[in-house]
């Protein structure tokens, strides 16, 4: 169980696009999810934190409209990239905490990979 | 600034012997941390978590070290399986914080037949 699912693993895109990742609590429900991003040979950083039904708590210095966060289901949050640049190529990965589950525990995706042309 | 710190980017060990991953940590109020493990191409999967009540916590081959007052915690695997090669991450968080997560930068676990 707590299988979480992100789609798409890899996009690549020109500069100006607008990019969608979903990320998917598959077999729990997630009142809570996580964004993270990660740049190479460091840790994982928290971007926002996406709650089911209201706005998105987002990180110090993450620019909410730069980075659009909706988690209108309790299984499902996406994070669009919008007028996506170079700078914002990245490894991105969603993370959930189960609903009624263990304190902290978070489940997390595969991550997708973000290239930017 | 890097709350969360783990020294040793890489760590080789033969198989059979014990892997000590360590971990430290700056921030005083977090009262939470877990280890999670990441292999190529997925995402890190929790592997094992202990509380500040507690110094140690065991599953399995598992074993999580606490030390409150060197801010400092240790995973220990024995014996090494070549299965365990990963990269292993240390995360810490605090009461209040809605369970957000604060991550080192992560091991890189090689073990060596």
């Known amino acids: 169980g707590a299988v979480v699912s992100q789609h798409p693993s890899r996009v690549i895109c020109k500069s100006g696009t607008s990019v969608k990742i979903e990320c998917r609590s598959l077999?729990?429900?997630?009142?809570?999810m996580f964004w993270y991003r990660q740049f190479p040979k460091q840790s994982l950083m928290l971007m926002a934190t996406?709650?089911?039904?209201?706005?998105?708590?987002?990180e110090q210095g993450v620019e909410k409209d730069k980075f659009l966060i909706n988690h209108a289901s309790l299984t499902l949050s996406t994070l669009t990239v919008t007028s996506a640049h170079p700078e914002d190529s990245s490894f991105y990965i969603c993370?959930?905490?189960?609903?009624?589950?263990?304190?902290?525990?978070?489940?997390f995706g595969a991550g997708t990979r973000l290239s930017v042309l | 600034d890097q709350q969360v710190k783990q020294n040793s980017p890489s760590l080789s060990v033969q198989e059979g012997r014990i892997s000590i991953l360590n971990c430290d940590y700056t921030?005083?109020?977090?009262?939470?941390f877990l280890w999670y493990k990441k292999y190529p191409a997925e995402g890190p999967t929790f592997l094992i978590s202990?509380?500040?009540?507690?110094d140690k916590n065991e599953d399995g081959r598992f074993t999580v070290f606490l030390n409150k007052s060197a801010k400092h915690l240790s995973l220990h695997i024995v014996p090494s399986q070549p299965g365990d090669s990963a990269v292993y991450f240390c995360?810490?968080?605090?009461?209040?914080?809605?369970?957000?997560?604060?991550f080192g930068t992560g091991t890189r676990l090689q073990v060596t037949l």
């Open positions: 993370s959930a905490g189960r609903t009624g589950g263990v304190k902290n525990i978070q489940y």
């Open positions: 077999d729990f429900q997630a009142t809570t």
């Open positions: 996406s709650n089911e039904g209201s706005k998105a708590t987002y």
């Open positions: 921030n005083s109020m977090f009262d939470y």
């Open positions: 202990i509380s500040s009540i507690k």
């Open positions: 995360a810490a968080s605090e009461t209040g914080t809605a369970s957000k997560l604060t």
